[in-house]
């Protein structure tokens, strides 16, 4: 039932921009804090921040969300090739996973 649709990504240089958008169903979406989750090829899974707190790329990620469209946004700025993984949102904060359940995903890769 949960329905986590990631979409935004693409190839973009070093120093360029890309908005991420979570579209989320299933759920009370305003009831949850949402995060967003980054692999990078060969690496776990790295926490960049829920729409409570922002952690491994503060000043340069920003994490928003709109409660009316249920849908949950990632602005990255000043991209590094470091960045370039498959980004996840998630339902919950930094610990948890409040349904265990990820979408499928959006790709970005930062390279010249």
């Known amino acids: 039932e949960v329905q986590l649709v990631e979409s935004g990504g693409g190839l973009v240089q070093p120093g360029g921009s890309l908005r991420l958008s979570c579209a989320a169903s299933?759920?009370?979406?305003?009831?949850?804090?949402m995060s967003w989750v980054r692999q990078a090829p060969g690496k776990g899974p790295e926490w960049v921040g829920s729409?409570?707190?922002?952690?491994s790329v503060k000043g340069r990620f920003t994490i928003s969300r709109d409660n009316a469209t249920n849908t949950l946004y990632l602005q990255m700025n000043s991209l590094k090739p470091e960045d370039t993984a498959v980004y996840y949102c998630?339902?919950?904060?930094?610990?948890?996973?409040?349904?265990?359940?990820w979408g499928q995903g959006t790709q970005v890769t930062v390279s010249s």
């Open positions: 998630v339902v919950g904060g930094r610990l948890t996973n409040s349904f265990g359940s």
């Open positions: 299933g759920f009370t979406f305003g009831s949850y804090d």
């Open positions: 729409t409570y707190y922002e952690d």
